[in-house]
């Protein structure tokens, strides 16, 4: 069941129906940090900033908060959002983000909402701004991608990563050309950062998920790309937050 608010204004932001949808997937369930979607963060539970952050933008038409959880639904609709309740089979660990994706864009075009973008904003991404929400949005149409993914740079180089054998040996584990380099010599590399997904609805739908052809990275600072998974990464984002004010 979708409820919906009809005024998606937010600080004064023009809403028009273009068709760009942000997507919050919210599970009240989490293993390693348990009701981490919830949890107070800064002074409001962690959801609230991707929800505010997705409401400060300027290119966002319709917001979309899709959970299980009684807690989390409640928190929502303290904002102009669509809030969605996620049946029980889409809500364990092992259900799709396709799955989960597929069943707001059902329910919001059964509300007669238009869906010709989808922009997945996971909530464990706080420090993600309407900025880099915007931007993004902006990277894909100035590029004619079918699919926007944020990234940032490495923390450390995977040259200097691998896999243990089960005696542990270290002869072999970072090859000798590469213990040669100085670690300023050696390429960069971008990883996922979780913070943004972005797809024309059709071609998601086409591909399955987000990585398909003509897809472009959109580059994301590494101080904002703390994505929330364990106790640690929570503190990191305290104090990340607490020192910008």
Not at 141 to 159: K, T, Y
Request: proline share 5%.
């Amino acid at each position: 069941m979708i409820s919906t608010v009809h005024n998606r204004s937010w600080q004064g932001v023009p809403v028009d129906d273009g068709g760009i949808v942000a997507i919050i997937p919210a599970r009240g369930g989490s293993q390693r940090l348990p009701r981490k979607n919830i949890k107070n963060l800064a002074g409001k539970p962690l959801i609230s900033w991707t929800i505010e952050a997705a409401l400060s933008s300027k290119s966002v038409d319709t917001i979309v908060v899709s959970s299980d959880d009684e807690e989390i639904l409640s928190e929502a609709k303290k904002y102009p959002v669509e809030v969605l309740r996620r049946p029980d089979y889409l809500a364990t660990s092992t259900a799709t983000t396709l799955d989960t994706i597929l069943h707001c864009v059902t329910a919001i075009t059964s509300q007669k909402i238009t869906v010709k973008q989808i922009v997945l904003l996971q909530p464990t991404s706080p420090l993600r701004t309407s900025e880099d929400i915007d931007q993004a949005i902006e990277l894909k149409r100035e590029s004619g991608a079918f699919s926007v993914i944020s990234v940032c740079q490495c923390e450390h180089s995977p040259l200097w990563a691998n896999v243990l054998n089960e005696s542990g040996d270290m002869e072999s584990f970072i090859p000798q050309n590469i213990l040669n380099c100085r670690s300023q010599d050696l390429p960069t590399y971008y990883r996922l950062n979780g913070a943004i997904f972005i797809s024309d609805v059709d071609k998601y739908i086409k591909h399955g998920g987000f990585f398909m052809p003509n897809s472009r990275a959109y580059l994301m600072a590494t101080n904002r790309s703390v994505d929330i998974d364990t106790e640690i990464d929570f503190k990191l984002c305290q104090i990340i937050l607490e020192e910008n004010g």
